[in-house]
């Protein structure tokens, strides 16, 4: 089965004032049809970055590609220009983001908002379009679309927002869905609907989904494969199983560590020590080295090449190497307390 | 795979250091430091402060260095052009224009400062009471202003100067009679976001005085806006005292003031534009100068326009 | 939206008494009679004439009567034209002014619009360092010295346009400029920040997102949005743009209403100063509220306040 996207090695790089910053080093990943990959990390550690990449929408400069390929539809999106991006952009990939208070013109009406897109590529009349965004605001679970299409943004709750760029972001039927932490900014009990609503989306329309997130219970909920992204790397990939029961990198288990649990009364949600690594002036090693409690000389100088654990599971740490001493991972990152055993 | 040459004895555990692990990347600087940094690199800003310390300087020394002074007519030497004698000519009475130009440096420049202290000063004393009491207080206080901000600044500037006798001070009292509610809302606006910010909540939980919250932190913090409204007060000042002088209600004669050194120029444009050429040159270059400085401030002292 | 009309009348009328009052007493409080500066009157005929100005009643009186002609727009005869009331020389004056003022509104605003939204789209290169020179330069060039300088370049030397008067659109060009100058520089910079504020923000980037070009996103999105500043300076424009008549209007001959409040001013015809001040107010609050409807119809969430607010 021919993959969707995928993408080689990509580096981004900032000049800043304080020199040029390496925000993502070498990533690579796929994406199959219909699927919903889960890219996880802390503030900083590049996902972002890598999510807006994938539609050229990073600011250059200061931004710039520093190497490697995203090949969609055997074409690669690094070397487009602008204007073929734009036939691109909203047609066969679209994106949904962080905060939805901000992300809607507030002197446009929402019609006018998912209208456009539908206008510019699919060559709709403004009725055609008009009626269309109505169809999609229903998809999309807002109530009486007929009247909210012609409203402004400040008239919609914060949910409904979120809704309605999730009906922007659908309107041409794109191929991939990239959801630059669709829930973040949102209530909890908000989350969830937005959660389920891609979900449904996902199987009426069968876009394959990129999901940005910082939280793994998002994550249980709505992936199938995740990528761990740390200091501007992947550290560790795998499918969702995996991933939670089996993790491998110390990275993934102080975030799983780091979770709340159901049955985990009155445990203490382990923190990560110290903070991420300076991409200004990135380590030569291992980027969480300086944060591993399970840390060797080699984490220090060396990056660890990727091993392969399965089919789908790679994890790039030191501690898979046979020289290196056994290391179980701690009670705190076992999801539901109990260890899952090969 | 061609894995790096590695001993075994790269695989021993590495000793963190904690503390080291929790320091933070980036020297931390504090926020002077930091906006003077930032200003440094501005190479606008620190042309104008260069010529603003220059003008201040020949304020003083010009009129001794030319050899002669602003008020001594030569009606025999009138409107020659610059010279070695006269380096920037003579006007239409005789008087030496370079002498006269530093004079006006002076006044236009005391007349600057001057009214941008005042305004200051009131600015804040009204401002930061209102600011920092609220409710009520704030509300007549800053009625008062609305009122008198809502009449044109020049033309109130003007009234005063037509009931009020001429003179260097009327002018100054003229200019900041409505100019300071400029200053006060800056401040009462700053007043107000920082009272109800988190750090001030922070420190008034453990238990700072008013005193020490109003001059430990919200003074400091107030500073920013502050001082870029009174860089841009000071321009302000030297044009509108530009502005009267050429519509003859300006510093009385003899005192020499840029604004009727150009405003008297005009009536020989034609023959003697050279006249008119020096003051309103400095005119500009000193509110340029202002600006730039000004607008170097404001890039500064904003953390949120940080780039 | 009634309601909320008539209670901007009504603070209109609030302010307006304020300011005759103040004027008013302020004129009254002015050295020297209106006639001290004429000698030739002998003290007979000072007396005749201060009774047939009414300057013989009491204060209260005179106030009062002023007041109520105020009201009605008659300032008065002016002290210094015999025969002419100051309501006359208004209706005179006032379309010069008018003319003159709505062109440099127009050049101030698609100028000063334009040179900001090169200046952010250009950010940080040349077109972005030029359009702020041009703006550090207008800003810091007074009018009056724009108005000489334009004045001697292109009418005394190179005799391309007229020194002054006001016949033909060709005699306004040059005052427009000059008067345009300082609030064309003050919106270019308004609209470069305010234009770079919301190119950064995220609805710029959804609107990139849905592959809308360039050209698009700048302008159907971007410029609607930037342009709120600006509406909300359009208050002040105005008075900048009256205040800077005054002298722009004397150096180019042109008899508007600047220059006969100049005029008034060096004669200290006090009832010619007190009706041009009180029309003057008028026309400021009267363009203000004008602004605040207009933002109402650029900003849909003012609508909504507006509505909330009954």
């Not at chain 3, 106030?63 to 208004?90: H, M, R």
């Not at chain 3, 698609?110 to 703006?135: E, P, R, W």
């Not at chain 3, 800003?139 to 033909?168: C, D, H, N, W």
């Not at chain 3, 009267?286 to 306040?305: C, F, M, T």
């Amino acid at each position: 089965m021919s993959k969707l996207l995928e993408v080689k090695d990509l580096s981004i790089a900032f000049d800043t004032y304080g020199g040029e910053v390496q925000a993502v080093r070498g990533v690579t990943f796929d994406l199959d049809e219909k699927e919903t990959l889960a890219i996880v990390g802390e503030s900083g550690s590049g996902k972002s970055v890598t999510a807006q990449s994938l539609m050229r929408l990073v600011p250059m400069p200061p931004g710039k590609f520093a190497g490697g390929s995203i090949v969609f539809n055997e074409e690669d999106l690094v070397e487009k220009s602008d204007k073929q991006m734009e036939g691109i952009r909203g047609k066969d990939i679209s994106m949904i983001f962080q905060d939805p208070m901000t992300s809607l013109n507030p002197t446009m009406p929402i019609g006018k908002q998912i209208s456009e897109g539908l206008i510019k590529h699919q060559n709709m009349s403004k009725k055609a379009a008009h009626n269309r965004g109505i169809e999609l605001l229903k998809l999309v679970g807002i109530p009486n679309p007929e009247r909210r299409i012609d409203q402004y943004p400040h008239e919609y709750s914060g949910g409904m927002r979120q809704r309605a760029m999730i009906a922007i972001a659908l309107a041409c039927n794109p191929k991939i869905l990239i959801a630059d932490e669709p829930t973040t900014a949102l209530d909890v009990t908000i989350q969830a609907q937005i959660l389920d609503l891609m979900r449904d989306v996902q199987e009426e329309t069968g876009t394959a989904i990129i999901l940005i997130t910082h939280d793994l219970g998002v994550v249980a909920n709505a992936a199938n494969r995740v990528a761990v992204m740390y200091g501007g790397k992947i550290v560790e990939t795998g499918n969702v199983n995996e991933i939670f029961y089996n993790p491998k990198h110390p990275y993934t288990w102080g975030l799983l560590s780091s979770m709340p649990k159901i049955d985990g009364d009155d445990e203490e949600l382990l923190a990560i020590p110290g903070s991420p690594p300076d991409l200004a002036d990135p380590p030569k090693g291992c980027p969480f080295a300086a944060r591993c409690p399970y840390a060797m000389k080699v984490c220090e100088n060396h990056m660890p090449e990727y091993t392969h654990l399965s089919e789908t599971q790679q994890t790039a740490c030191w501690l898979l190497d046979e020289r290196a001493p056994d290391v179980e991972a701690p009670e705190s990152a076992m999801v539901g307390g109990t260890k899952v055993h090969e | 795979m061609a894995l790096p040459q590695l001993k075994d004895s790269d695989f021993e555990p590495l000793q963190i250091n904690d503390e080291e692990a929790e320091k933070i990347a980036g020297e931390s600087t504090s926020y002077w430091k930091d906006a003077w940094r930032r200003f440094r690199k501005n190479k606008l800003a620190l042309f104008g402060i260069v010529m603003i310390v220059l003008l201040g300087i020949m304020s003083f020394i010009g009129g001794p260095i030319s050899g002669h002074n602003y008020f001594d007519n030569d009606l025999l030497n009138a409107n020659k052009s610059p010279s070695g004698e006269h380096w920037f000519g003579t006007d239409n009475l005789g008087r030496d224009i370079f002498a006269r130009t530093w004079y006006g440096a002076k006044i236009s420049l005391f007349i600057g400062l001057m009214a941008a202290l005042i305004d200051l000063v009131i600015g804040i004393i009204w401002g930061s009471i209102a600011g920092y009491f609220g409710g009520k207080v704030d509300e007549y206080m800053m009625r008062v202003a609305d009122v008198l901000y809502g009449v044109p600044y020049l033309l109130v500037v003007i009234l005063l100067m037509v009931i009020l006798p001429q003179g260097l001070w009327t002018l100054i009292i003229a200019m900041t009679i409505t100019g300071w509610i400029n200053m006060a809302r800056i401040v009462r606006g700053q007043v107000m976001q920082l009272r109800s910010e988190e750090y001030v909540m922070a420190s008034r939980s453990l238990g700072a005085s008013n005193t020490r919250l109003l001059f430990k932190h919200l003074v400091p913090n107030t500073m920013g806006p502050i001082l870029v409204t009174l860089t841009l007060t000071i321009p302000n000042a030297i044009f509108t005292e530009a502005f009267l002088s050429f519509l003859g209600l300006g510093v009385p004669a003899p005192l020499a003031s840029w604004g009727t050194m150009s405003s008297d120029a005009l009536q020989s444009l034609q023959y003697y534009p050279f006249q008119l050429f020096f003051p309103a040159f400095f005119i500009c270059l000193t509110m340029l100068a202002f600006n730039v400085i000004g607008d170097g401030m404001r890039d500064a002292l904003d953390p949120k326009e940080r780039k | 939206m009634a309601k909320y009309l008539l209670k901007r009348l009504a603070y209109i009328i609030v302010s307006l008494f304020f300011i005759i009052t103040i004027t008013f007493f302020l004129m009254q409080a002015a050295p020297g009679g209106p006639f001290a500066s004429e000698k030739k009157l002998t003290p007979a005929l000072e007396e005749q004439m201060n009774e047939a100005y009414g300057l013989n009643d009491p204060l209260y009186e005179q106030y009062f009567n002023y007041l109520v002609n105020a009201f009605t727009f008659d300032f008065g005869p002016s002290f210094k034209y015999v025969g002419q009331d100051v309501i006359e020389i208004i209706t005179r004056s006032f379309p010069y002014s008018l003319i003159l003022g709505i062109e440099s509104i127009l050049i101030a605003l698609s100028i000063g619009v334009l040179l900001g939204v090169i200046a952010a789209v250009k950010h940080n290169k040349f077109g972005d360092y030029t359009a702020m020179v041009i703006a550090v330069l207008g800003i810091s060039v007074p009018s009056f010295i724009m108005a000489t300088v334009l004045q001697y370049i292109f009418a005394i030397k190179l005799g391309a346009l007229p020194v002054a008067r006001f016949e033909s659109f060709a005699h306004t060009i040059l005052p427009a400029i000059a008067l345009a100058t300082t609030p064309l520089a003050f919106i270019a910079r308004l609209m470069r920040s305010s234009m770079l504020d919301v190119l950064n923000s995220d609805y710029i980037k959804t609107a990139k997102s849905k592959g809308l070009g360039q050209r698009v996103v700048t302008y159907k999105h971007g410029l609607r949005n930037a342009i709120l500043p600006v509406v909300s300076y359009l208050g002040p424009l105005v008075v900048s743009i009256l205040t800077g008549s005054f002298i722009i209007e004397s150096i180019f001959g042109i008899p508007g209403l600047g220059s006969e409040f100049v005029v008034s001013v060096t004669n200290r015809d006090y009832t010619v100063i007190m009706g041009t001040t009180v029309f003057f107010s008028v026309l400021l609050l009267v363009s203000i509220l004008l602004v605040d409807l207009l933002y109402g119809l650029v900003d849909p969430r003012i609508k909504v306040a507006g509505k909330g607010g009954k």
